[in-house]
């Protein structure tokens, strides 16, 4: 069975608008973390944000938030404010506690229209 | 800022030649990862190491090999490059504080084709 389920593959934005990409996740680890990635064009993987199993609050960084909802297995990411430069494959990722690697989704493919 | 490196970024190769793709990391992270990417897809683990001169295969069966005699450096070796290993690899370290928060920090990638 599939850990993460990104079921977006693309998603178009008007630039400085928010956008949701979503994912959802299977464990039955009570303990996990859950990473966003950004890999645009030129292929390098960048990270994000992270989300604990255990945190209260959702995650934020900068222009970045992490819209947990840990009852329905859900992570999604939303990115406010949308530049040109957002546009890119969007990965997220899980791990699980005491397992050493890191499950991806299959991403999506974010464009930022101008 | 992370610092891992992978060389060559980009590596055109005939078949049956023996390549070697190089990761070096000066964080001191003990734990290493190696993934192959086709494009557009996800991400699938090829080898792991939690240190000097431990290896693991991942998830993906792989023809390639893997060292790792020194802390800082991961190389991925294939023997005989055949057209079907045509992919990106992406190498990535990690931390190890018993954390979640410990994220993986990837390199740039070596974008492989095998003619």
């Known amino acids: 069975a599939q850990k993460i389920t990104q079921t977006q593959p693309g998603m178009f934005v008007q630039e400085k608008e928010a956008v949701t990409l979503d994912c959802t996740y299977d464990t039955s680890d009570p303990s996990y973390g859950l990473f966003w990635y950004k890999q645009p064009s030129s292929g390098e993987m960048i990270f994000l944000i992270y989300q604990g199993s255990y945190d209260q609050q959702n995650a934020t960084e900068g222009r970045y938030s992490l819209n947990f909802q840990k009852a329905r297995k859900s992570a999604n990411l939303v990115i406010s404010a949308s530049q040109l430069g957002d546009s890119a494959m969007y990965f997220c990722?899980?791990?699980?506690?005491?397992?050493?690697?890191?499950?991806f989704g299959i991403g999506t493919k974010l464009q930022v229209i101008p | 800022e992370a610092d891992i490196y992978q060389t060559p970024r980009y590596l055109v190769i005939g078949t049956g030649k023996k390549i070697t793709l190089e990761c070096s990391q000066t964080m001191g992270h003990d734990k290493m990862y190696w993934y192959q990417q086709d494009p557009g897809m996800e991400l699938h683990l090829i080898h792991y190491?939690?240190?000097?001169?431990?290896?693991e295969k991942g998830d993906l069966s792989s023809e390639s090999t893997v060292s790792r005699i020194r802390t800082e450096h991961f190389p991925l070796t294939l023997e005989s490059a055949r057209p079907s290993h045509t992919s990106q690899y992406l190498c990535a370290s990690r931390p190890e504080t018993g954390e979640f928060t410990d994220t993986q920090y990837f390199g740039p990638g070596t974008r492989l084709t095998v003619l």
């Open positions: 990722a899980m791990r699980e506690r005491g397992y050493q690697k890191v499950t």
């Open positions: 190491s939690y240190g000097v001169n431990s290896t």
